[in-house]
């Protein structure tokens, strides 16, 4: 009994193109799930913030503190900040508030503003360093004059509160002042609170301090 082909040679040629089309893009699925990163530190970050947040891979602190330490040791300010809060929450890593506090300090040092602001409260509340409210301000105050508005709204606390020395209304009110006109959102009780304290003389200064302020942030920009 003889079988005939099926097959035309056109048909056979469109049968071996599909087979190779699939076959390769079946490799190149699998190539795109298994490639790593490339090693510069913006890919590295993107991996760990992958890993930590679950996007497209199954969420997995422990590999999220690995790849944003090594995004970190290149010096990726973001991945050293994120680094730090990682050790200091014990998220993936074993909890060491020292090496969080080193970490925050790089990402500081390096002019990067949320780590700043965390510096001023790791100084303020002794978490990793010993407590010193002198220097607390001092990194508050820097991450302020730069723009940071929560370090604005956190530096008119201490000054209300006399963190680090004796009171200032006169400055606290200056910085809500600034943070305002910014766009911060300050709610008008916690502004009226501290108004009604003050006395005109006071009152005058914190005008005068506000326009210092803004002179100063100008002129760094």
Known sequence: MIIKNTFSPLKLSLFCIILVSTLCSATETKSLSTDKPDNDAKSLYQEAENYYRGNGVDQDLHEAAKWYGQ?????????????????????????????????????????????????????????????????????????????????????????????????????????????????????FGMKYSLEIKMNQTELFQSENITRDIRKLMAEQQ
């Not at 730069?146 to 606390?157: C, I, Q």
């Open 71 to 187: 995004a970190a040791k290149l010096g990726h300010q973001q991945a050293q900040n994120k680094l730090a809060y990682l050790y200091e929450t014990g998220q993936g890593v074993e909890q060491d508030l020292a090496v969080a506090f080193s970490w925050y300090k790089k990402a500081a040092d390096a002019g990067y503003l949320t780590a700043q602001y965390n510096m001023a409260e790791k100084y303020r509340l002794g978490i990793g360093v010993e407590k010193d409210e002198q220097l607390a301000i001092e990194w508050c105050r820097r991450a302020a004059m730069a723009g940071h508005r929560n370090a604005m709204k956190r530096l008119s606390d201490y000054f209300e509160k006399g963190v680090g020395g004796e009171r200032d209304y006169a400055r606290a009110l200056a910085w809500y002042n600034v943070a305002i006109e910014l766009g911060t959102l300050v709610p």
